[in-house]
């Protein structure tokens, strides 16, 4: 095997690669600029979320946070009184990774997994079948009022709602007076992957806020909550502060979201990730042994390896998470992952299965 | 008046004031190498943590969270109940300008406000005395229980505890069974003016925790809570997490530590800001119509000022609060603050006041 | 000095009392009728319900609670959010006696204290200009947005808001957003002290909601919480069951709320509590060392004694509070407080004054 | 079908029951002593607590709080941080019918649910493989870290832990660092069923903390929850004032706990319940159509019906809940169900069985 210089490690997770060069000539450039008004009340938020305002084609308030546990939680805890609750796919990273984030926010919300056995459900995507389910189930006061849906888009397993599952979420939502809220950790991704207007698979669709997550997509740090609902925002400055998320020197966080939005880098990263994921996948779907679990749709291969295969490819220093039960492994691209460094896994684990067999 | 490009903000904030050169590159060199790991399992965090551990010779649990609102929001929360109480200075800033982020991070736990007729509380520290006296008062069960002193360091006044100070108050808390809390936002600015060894002020003198400010010294953002009794952070890694502090792309926030940390750029930062502030104040204080409140320790003047002068120095763009009654001014100094600028403000407010004698 | 039987007790609190007999009656009757339904699906919260809509000649929300710091801390909780803050007086029940009920229920809600030099402030009464000016202090995100005003009628000092009183208050929060809260823990007190339609110094006069307080007038627990915005009661049931609020037997909660408001027993209490408060004024006010701080409006008096007599009277098993600074001392009547008791009492009290003098 | 007057009420839950004459004349007892003390300081609740460290033969800490979900929320919250989570089984009153109580008063510990496909989970106990499996299933930091092991005695499904079961669950919580808590809403039941001592199946088995269950034995409200390990009730005292949980007229909630306890009325009551299901059990598990679930163990049969059978017996006034898949139904027996009334039951179902077939 031919080491490659760490970027073994570029498979583990899109947040431990840098800051991509556009956002980080425009942190340069906030930086040059002498002193600066904090808060928020300096050019570059003004700039930044203004340019989300025309990316969504709507008049939407736009917060900035600090990492994707507040941006969910808070934006969970704005829809939800502590006797509420949140459905959810089992999952979903609200419930699997933010350390009770969600409940710890809204001072103790629940938050109800929707299961069920649909093809939909076993590619990581919760459906309105088991949203419909969950909402009629108990209504009585002996147990948390479900208030809001929870999707996350692109899913933790790499698969993309289409605008039209979308939809039927936000459709049974509304019957069913819930809110809709969507985890975009990667929504570059869903977004890219899709290939539609930001605003026909949020608003349009029926989406009341959307987490904007720029972290994974070449950002330093920083979220955007952005609010189609409106209403849902009131007093929300106040519930940032409160929290801890309010940046006093904002513009180092907000100016790299304009190096991101400026001429769609944002949504250039994310094609470059997903097309990374596709490169991995036709490199090793046909290799003995591997067994690809779904397609990847937007910047993720999820595919069980023999034991001896991981162990090998570990041993070589090829970093990446198992977490689905029966050798099942996550392999992730990023905004800089190189094609070189895709051929080279793929080379390498095409010998650690030729060894296997 | 001569204008000088947009230093007349600099009288606001030391949160106004960019990233330092020394923290910038230290960005930039952690972005330089590619993926790593993440959630502070980098050689930065590593690195920065263990200098601090060295910085202040004993063996503390260092942990970084985004600002300083959830500094000391947290760690008050590992030290109260939701039935416990704070006791703080009227001006600490955990009581007036952190948007109730003590009580809710804590979940409820009262913030006792102990006030004196003292000269030192009149500099804005709290007294030996006032702590007593709010211990003592009441001890049943229908009031929150003292749990915790909490003084900042330097005060929000500008002024500075002595090590003797913080020494009577910690034998007040031990002999209560407080533990002591240091919001050091500014704590290099009064390590600075001390002249003493970061760890006299602290731990020496029995400070449990430390929230030891970046963010008003030069970095973009990223404060270090500082456990020096360190059964105090049992499990703190979970509460960071929960509570939307744990950065993913960590290096961005302890590399720019390393920085600073590094030939003791933070001292020679907060070393600088006082000596403007010292300027300004050598410049000013026998101004006509000028009162100084007390004697600049830190990086801060605070001076009355006739309302019209005020007015004018606005009108000409120099920047600053006033938030103390009848006239009093707060003008800040930053570690980038320019000789410069200081004399040109204070060749205005003599003009001004010239005007208005 | 003539030894009574346990009612030495009586003027320490109007909680110290038993059940009067006809709430007693009603929960004897309840008991008598086997299985009824839980959590309030009962002939006796139906009818209790009722009653008290009756009573205030408007369709309001009721719900039963367990106790007053519960009644209290739900219903600022249902009208502020973590970040909101309650303005109240300095000797608000909620601010000096329910342990942090209000902010732990909340979530961290701020109490903020509201403080002038009016006459109305010395008799334990917020102002209209204390709440302007507290509204009106801060306004930026930094600090707690002020949400509620909480009034205690009557007052912890003894005295009664008037209707006019009241509906300056509330003109002051309507202009300012602020939703306002009656605590009613002596609300009979203050009725009968006012010889006013209960309507007229509450929703009449711009209450929201009010904790109507049932355990001082002869009840063994429980008090309502009425909301007149029955808009501020949306899934309040949830709240009170996720709370621990709950009762499963609720009959014994409501039907003795049964047996006080049948026939007015609750005014008749109150009115008897608030005579002997004037009897007992009545019978010290001139004695030689007695200093009565201002004249007993509802059910007690409040007196300066010479430290001597107190300890007299304390060694001769006469029990009340201090806690008013220089020798000021609550002598408080129940439903139960028998004449011949106020007049031991003021015999002693004569004693004890005459030996001092 | 010979209608009985309201009893036919009885098998819907224990907390329709009134209150046992035992507990009543208590009530009474001391009502009719004239004042007393306040919040506790009263010789009820000295005498009742005192009773129950004898009955349990060690030193606890013993609180009375007003209901069961207080109880279990409290104690819970009392060895829990928000980051926490508590292990207990998917049919846990604490999971399924508190409204998020738990998650609510520890601000937002997760409740971790553990299955399995043991025969002692169909009979809704957790398993100490259940316990294992989740406490090593996640260690790291973005999941909440377990910390108490819940388990429900006697258990929702009506079947009661035996000695050796609980020891086993407290083995593996005390390698794990997990405390014990038991929700023993029906614990008396349970004491009953296996004949042995209180100290048995609590403290010498492991438990740290019971909450030690009075309504639904016989009293009109208040749940005791029972300290073993006495260093987590370090200022409980102030956790439950601040929680509203803290009666000012406590007697009437001790008071009838010395009845109860008293001569082992407690006991007797629950001996009684217990028989009562035994006589149902007997009466109808062979019917034609009735499929009892398990044999009963505690105070409730729980039966699988035809659908027709129940609509007849519902029509017929018969008042009981469905709760489990495929008609299982819950026939709940209190400390009052008489034995005419099971008879007059187990006649109607008969005769529905019969007409079914």
Known sequence: ??????????????????????????????????HQPAYGDDVWTQKSTDMIRELFQTDC?????????????????SMCQSYHSVICSPVAHIETDECGGPEFFSNGSKLLVGEDESPAARLGKLTPDAVEHLVTKRRDIHYPKPKVVSITQATELGTVYTVEEVRAIAAIAKRRHLKVHMDGARFANAVAALDVHPSEVTWR????????????????????????????????????????????????????????????????????????????????HALPGVRVLHPPQANS??????????????????????????????????????????????????GVCAQAA
């Open 301 to 350: 291969v999820f595919v069980q390896l023999p034991a001896a295969a991981i162990a090998r490819l570990h041993a070589a220093g090829w970093l990446f998470y198992e977490f689905i039960a029966g050798g099942g492994c996550r392999l992730m691209c990023a905004w800089d992952t190189q094609p070189e460094t895709v051929d080279a896994f793929a080379a390498d684990l095409a």
């Open 205 to 284: 669709a029926g989406v009341d806020v959307l987490c904007f997550g720029g972290t994974k997509n070449g950002l330093p740090m920083g979220e955007a909550v952005v609010f189609f609902d409106r209403e849902l925002s009131a007093d929300f400055a106040w519930r940032v502060k409160q929290a801890g998320q309010l940046a006093s020197k904002m513009r180092f966080i907000s100016a790299p979201w304009v190096g991101m939005l400026d001429g769609d880098t944002w949504l250039r990263n994310a094609r470059h990730a997903n097309a990374m994921a596709q490169r991995l996948h036709q490199a090793i």
């Open 1 to 34: 095997m031919t080491p490659v210089q760490n970027d073994r490690q570029q498979f583990a997770s899109d947040n431990l690669a840098g800051i991509c060069p556009e956002a980080l000539q425009s942190l340069l450039d906030a930086n040059a600029s002498g």
């Open 61 to 77: 308030d736009v917060y900035y946070v600090f990492n994707g546990t507040a941006a969910n939680s808070l934006a969970l805890a």
